[in-house]
């Protein structure tokens, strides 16, 4: 098709203007899920376990079990077996890590945030930092409906498993 004098010419958009401004937080975020994913910490059976919770994600098949040992409200250990996606695997990963040692009532509030980020009623920015660590690139799931489910099926096992205490 040839221009005419009367067709505009197409401005060049820089690809800066195309990306998103936290394109570099993204990549990040996607780097800490799958370093978690690749390398998970607490995976595998643990001994002394108080509870054990299993949950399924029938849309997907994504299978998960949380095991808590619990020391009066003291988190003393946990584990999780999955056969399971790569968000739902790295999530058991980052949960676990982050309430081991904590009490039962530090535990909810981190499942809370978590939460809290996945339903964008918390921005990123303004979630404690230290209290979440790794956690906060779940931030980037928020974006993916679907992805959520993933996120959630950590979240409601844990939370089980903290309430059979």
Same mark, same amino acid.
Do not use: N, P
């Given at each position: 098709m040839a221009l005419s004098a009367d067709t505009p010419v197409p401005v060049p958009v820089p690809l800066s203007a195309t990306q998103p401004p936290d394109i570099g937080v993204a990549s990040l975020y996607q780097e800490i899920?799958?370093?978690?994913?690749?390398?998970p910490k607490h995976k595998g059976e643990i001994r002394g376990a108080n509870a054990t919770i299993e949950h399924r994600n029938p849309l997907c098949g994504d299978v998960l079990?949380? @095991?808590i040992a619990?020391?009066?409200n003291r988190i003393a250990d946990a584990g999780f077996s999955a056969r399971?996606?790569?968000?739902? @695997?790295?999530t058991a990963s980052? #949960?676990?890590s982050r309430i081991i040692g904590g009490t039962v009532d530090?535990? @909810?509030? #981190?499942?809370q945030q978590v939460e809290s980020l996945l339903d964008a009623t918390t921005p990123p920015t303004?979630?404690?930092?230290a209290l979440l660590g790794d956690l906060r690139a779940l931030a980037s799931v928020a974006r993916f409906p679907a992805r959520k489910?993933? #996120?959630?099926?950590v979240t409601v096992a844990v939370r089980e498993a903290l309430d059979a205490a």
């Open positions: 899920i799958l370093s978690h994913y690749r390398a079990s949380v @095991q619990f020391d009066d399971a996606c790569s968000i739902t @695997q790295a980052m #949960v676990l530090d535990a @909810q509030i #981190v499942l303004e979630v404690d930092a489910a993933c #996120v959630r099926l």
